[in-house]
């Protein structure tokens, strides 16, 4: 599987804007980019994901880089909810496809 | 959407014990369904996976074996339980047209 790196942790501050990175330089062409968040003690839930073109949904928004080796994911106005362990994961499009996790971000957003 | 019923939140059980943790699935037919575990400050582990009934793939070699009785359920089995087996377990799913994947709110199984 392709390896995703994302830096450790970030902070943010309440209602600024929070972008969080990752790189993926061997990512195949048939890989989507998934991003997850995990909440203390909660299982992961499903935040976005894309291919090639940037993607927003009423939580995040996805910027894909053109050459597909990083993106970014994009939260608009941080709150205190959204203080998570966020995960970039790339997943191919096979039927029995799998989401390997990494360690991803620890995002603290303070007041 | 889907949902997943994971039960118990929290269990303790004594090292040597049997383990069994049940995953229902509503919401969906024909998911493809997952075991993860989450040992203390780590992250997410790939136990199991399933892409139909009796259909079972493991991730990695341990204690442990999952089963698939019906369409959507998912059974996590221990016959013996070691310390190690510790963790937050947590099951799954990815089902129909959805890209995403559902998980349930797991269980805290602390071996002592």
């Known amino acids: 599987d392709a390896k995703t790196t994302q830096p450790n942790s970030m902070e943010s501050n309440e209602e600024e804007p929070v972008h969080l990175p990752c790189n993926h330089s061997?990512?195949?062409?048939?890989?989507?980019i998934h991003w997850y968040r995990q909440l203390p003690s909660q299982g992961p839930e499903y935040v976005i994901h894309?291919?090639?073109s940037n993607v927003n949904n009423r939580m995040a928004s996805l910027a894909i880089a053109e050459d597909r080796k990083s993106s970014t994911l994009i939260l608009h106005r941080a709150t205190l909810r959204d203080a998570a362990v966020y995960y970039c994961?790339?997943?191919?499009?096979?039927?029995?496809?799998?989401?390997?996790f990494g360690t991803g971000t620890r995002l603290q957003v303070t007041l | 959407s889907q949902t997943i019923h994971q039960w118990p939140a929290t269990l303790v059980q004594p090292v040597g014990s049997p383990l069994s943790l049940e995953c229902t699935v509503e919401?969906?037919?024909?998911?493809?369904l997952y075991w993860y575990r989450q040992a203390a400050g780590r992250g997410l582990q790939l136990l199991f996976y399933s892409v139909g009934i009796g259909q079972i793939s493991s991730e990695v070699p341990q204690n442990l074996s999952a089963s698939r009785p019906q369409d959507r359920q998912f059974i996590l089995s221990s016959k013996k339980l070691l310390l190690s087996d510790s963790g937050f377990y947590l099951c799954?799913?990815?089902?129909?047209?959805?890209?995403?994947?559902?998980f349930g709110s797991g269980t805290r199984l602390t071996v002592v």
């Open positions: 061997t990512i195949s062409g048939t890989d989507y």
């Open positions: 919401g969906t037919s024909n998911p493809n």
């Open positions: 994961i790339l997943r191919y499009t096979g039927t029995a496809s799998k989401l390997t």
């Open positions: 894309g291919l090639t």
């Open positions: 799954a799913c990815r089902g129909g047209h959805s890209y995403g994947y559902t």
